[in-house]
Each structure stands twice: as C-alpha cells, then as structure tokens.
C-alpha cells in the first residue's frame, strides 16, 4: 500500500484525521509538526533551531525538516505504510519527498486536501487554543500561519492534482463525519 499526504491547512483537522486513518490500518502516522515539538521538549539542537521559527508562525527551513523526515523514515519498516501530516509544505520539500520515496523504494499513493473556509478556521483555532498549550496559536500568529499557508503550502494542491493524486474532502462537519468520507476514499 503506496503511502499518504494529508494537506490542509492550519485548524482543517488534518493531524486529528491523519492520527485516525494511521491507527486505525496500523500505519505509521508522520507529523511534522508532532517531531518538531518534541525536539523542542527535549531541548535538542533541532529543538533550538525550530523554536523561533514556530512560535513565529512561519516554515523551519526545508534542509532542516527534510534532513528530520529522512532520519524518521529511516525507522519505518518498508511495509508500513505512512500517513504525512503537515509534510510537504511546499515544493522543494514535496520533491525532496519524492526523492526519499524512491530511496526506500516506496512512493506516494493519495494526497488529501481537507477543504475548510478561512472564517472556520480562525473560529476552530480560536476555540482550541486555549487547551491545546500550543505556543502558536495567538491570534497575529494564527493569521501568520494561514497566510504561509496560502502562500507556500497551496500550490501543492495544484502540483498534486496534475499529477492525478489529489483528493478533495470536505473538512466542514464533524470529526466523525470527516473521517466517513476520507474512509469511502481510502482502502
Ligand atoms: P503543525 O503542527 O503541522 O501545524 O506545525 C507547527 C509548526 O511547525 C509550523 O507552523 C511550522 O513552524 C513547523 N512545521 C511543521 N511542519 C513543517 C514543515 N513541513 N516545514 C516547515 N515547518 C514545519
């Protein structure tokens, strides 16, 4: 079984559904996001080096988070199938993507793009940042992110597409009604 994008942006539910599909097949569910803070946890050199970037809303380097990918692929027995969750975030980092693939000796199967309008977006995140103790999730850097987003992160949409890979889900109900329809497009 080919391995998994999940693309979305900021408050789409992406890593909520990306955690769901993993456990539920038994793949391995590979947050970004998730790595970047535990090195920042533990206090790694990595953890210092993203830690700016983050808490500003914008994307750590693309040399630096493919170099973190390519050590966690490393430990992905070559069966597994793996669920990316905020993995690409832009072209450089979908085409290193390709190349740590063909490595391996696997490939991608699927991106889904979880389709939420801005105005839900800021409301969810608004309503989770409190309790999520995430550092980002103020509103100036809210609004950072969304527009990072826009800017770096939706072109891939259009990237995917052309290549035939893409798959719209509408990520506007609930998360169980979410996880329905991304189920009828995934085996
Ligand atoms: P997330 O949990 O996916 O929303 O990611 C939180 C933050 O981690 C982002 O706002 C970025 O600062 C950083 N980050 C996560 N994934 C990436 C990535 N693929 N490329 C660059 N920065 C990332």
Sequence with gaps: MPDVV?????????GTQAARVASARGWVHLSTGDLF???LRERTPLGALAH??????????DSVTVDMVRERLGEVPAATP?????????VAQADALDALLAERGRSLGRVLILDVP???LVARIAGRAK??????ETPEVVARR???YASETAPLVAHYDERGLLIHVDGTGSVDAVDDTIARVLP
Excluded: A, M
Excluded at 6 to 14: A, T, V
Excluded at 82 to 90: N, S
Excluded at 131 to 136: P, Q, V
């Design 6 to 14: 999940f693309l979305g942006p900021p408050g789409s539910g992406k």
């Design 37 to 39: 803070r535990r090195h």
């Design 52 to 61: 700016r970037y983050i808490d500003e809303g914008r994307l750590v380097p």
């Design 82 to 90: 793996i669920v990316f969750d905020g993995f690409p975030r832009t």
């Design 118 to 120: 801005r105005e839900t």
């Design 131 to 136: 309790s999520s103790g995430r550092t980002d």
């Design 146 to 148: 969304l527009d990072v």
